[in-house]
């Protein structure tokens, strides 16, 4: 998408599409008042018709306005002057839907919302995304269906936030490879097809792939890992991913879990709602959607992401409950549910990432339980962290973006709940506190380290039916938290 920036009268703009907006009383921004002006009062007759209120995110579209140049002049209601988040992303979303779905040239004027809080590079980042999320249609396993139409130029009409408006097509673009990816059919996406996507990647953008299957990982002892690839005839895959932007610094890690179908082994899930479980690798999604995000701008950081991948299935040879497994960490695990398999898979991947690429900080990602869901629905991701820094940084960045966490308790007091009689450590903690057990138990393989977890099992994907998909969240969360750490 190419972006221009325009400061003229927007009565005197050739656009396909112009938008402009109201607020709930019914008064013109600005611009609404120059295509009025123009117009000889065509969006005051409108208003005093009640053809629109001015209500967050209502809209009305007018065509070929005599005095205007705009083929078609969209007004947007801005609602009340002191937008709370929820009013202010459904202005977002619909403008995005407004200029959307079309080819040619958009123009949008919203400085009359800007604020100290949202001004207009925020407004402009989450129209974009609101674009990409709006253009975004899932084709790859229907025949005969054509890819939507995208739109060309977007012009700004107010401040200059070209910067802002380049970053956040690249979250975009980002963000719709997240969802592609967790969309596609389990079949299809297995370990090794991510794998392939990360190395295509990787070539593309120059960074450094390296792929280890799951032998590889048996011979170098990460038992949990293999404890949960074994049981599958798709080869599990750890694949690890570097960009360095930014020479001899310490690098930071983003980790994600690819579980590309969980079917929970011998500890067998329901079989309703089961195709969902494709879903399980939206964490992985999300990590190749942010490098795909970093490879578009190039920031000036160090960035070391690993997928860690295999089925969970429920073979001849795959896990029991009571099985002791070792980790590459040593550390003796007594496997007691084969269903709380993401933690097993994690644990050695965290554990190897820190060995060998000591990082400065590291956030790992997952849809790692029904229990987060339970507590914070599909709203907000759950945050576990005792590391009171990194909880602010993700919490800012989550706010900005709109790809919002909610922290929730990682005290020792919970820890005990991991005990085993036959292992160091427990991979479940019994019925209570799910969320909050299961990132104690990666807490165990992260000591030392600047880490946080976060818990995508409700955000990652939603819907039913036809409007059943993947959300590529939390592409906008992590890497708006990168590049707020570039200098």
């Known amino acids: 998408m190419d972006f221009q920036i325009f400061t003229g009268n927007p009565a005197e703009l050739t656009a396909d599409t112009l938008v402009v907006t109201i607020n709930d009383n019914g008064e013109l921004s600005a611009s609404a008042e120059k295509i009025d002006t123009a117009s000889a009062g065509a969006v005051q007759a409108r208003i005093k018709a009640k053809d629109i209120t001015g209500a967050a995110g209502s809209s009305l579209t007018l065509y070929s306005l005599a005095g205007t ?97 380049t970053v956040a097509d690249a979250k975009g673009l980002g963000t719709s490879y997240a969802k592609e990816l967790g969309n596609m059919p389990p079949n299809i996406c297995t370990p090794t097809y991510l794998a392939d996507e990360a190395q295509k990647l990787s070539d593309a953008a120059g960074f450094t792939c390296k792929v280890y299957d799951e032998k590889e990982m048996e011979e170098m002892g990460a038992g949990a890992f293999y404890s949960v690839a074994k049981g599958s005839s798709e080869p599990g895959k750890l694949i690890i991913m570097e960009y360095k932007g930014a020479g001899d610094d310490a690098p930071h890690m983003i980790v994600g879990k690819g579980i590309t179908f969980d079917t929970g082994g011998i500890s067998l899930k329901p079989g309703a709602k089961m195709d969902e479980m494709k879903y399980d690798m939206c964490g992985a999604a999300s990590v190749l959607g942010t490098m795909k995000t970093l490879a578009e701008l190039k920031p000036a950081i160090n960035v070391v992401a690993i997928i860690t991948s295999a089925e969970n299935m429920p073979a001849g040879d795959a896990s029991k409950p009571g099985d002791v497994v070792t980790t590459l960490s040593g550390q003796t695990v007594e496997i007691l549910n084969t269903d709380a398999e993401g933690r097993l898979v994690l644990c050695d991947a965290l554990t190897l990432g820190i060995r060998d690429y000591k990082p400065a900080t590291c956030v790992d990602v997952a849809t790692l339980t029904g229990a987060c869901m339970a507590a914070l629905g599909k709203v907000n991701s759950g945050l576990f962290t005792t590391d009171e820094e990194l909880a602010t940084e993700l919490n800012t960045a989550g706010a900005y973006s709109g790809d919002r966490v909610w922290r929730l308790p990682l005290e020792d007091d919970y820890q005990s709940l991991l005990d085993s009689n036959f292992a160091d450590i427990a991979n479940i903690g019994g019925p209570l506190a799910g969320a909050t057990t299961a990132a104690c138990f990666l807490s165990r393989f992260t000591e030392g380290t600047r880490w946080a977890h976060v818990d995508i099992a409700g955000p990652a994907w939603g819907g039913d039916g036809t409007s059943k998909g993947a959300t590529g969240r939390p592409v906008p969360l992590l890497t708006t938290y990168l590049l707020n750490k570039v200098s």
């Open 69 to 165: 140049e705009a083929s078609r002049t969209v007004i947007i209601g801005g609602g009340k002057d002191n937008l709370n988040a929820v009013d202010a992303n459904k202005i977002a979303s619909a403008i995005g839907k407004a200029i959307s779905g079309k080819e040619g040239t958009a123009a949008v004027d919203v400085s009359a919302l800007a604020t100290d809080s949202r001004p207009q590079a925020w407004w402009a980042e989450q129209i974009v995304l609101a674009v990409h999320a709006a253009q975004y249609k899932f084709i790859a396993t229907l025949p005969g269906k054509e890819p939507t139409p995208a739109l060309d130029t977007l012009i700004w009409i107010g401040d200059d936030v070209k910067d802002a408006l």
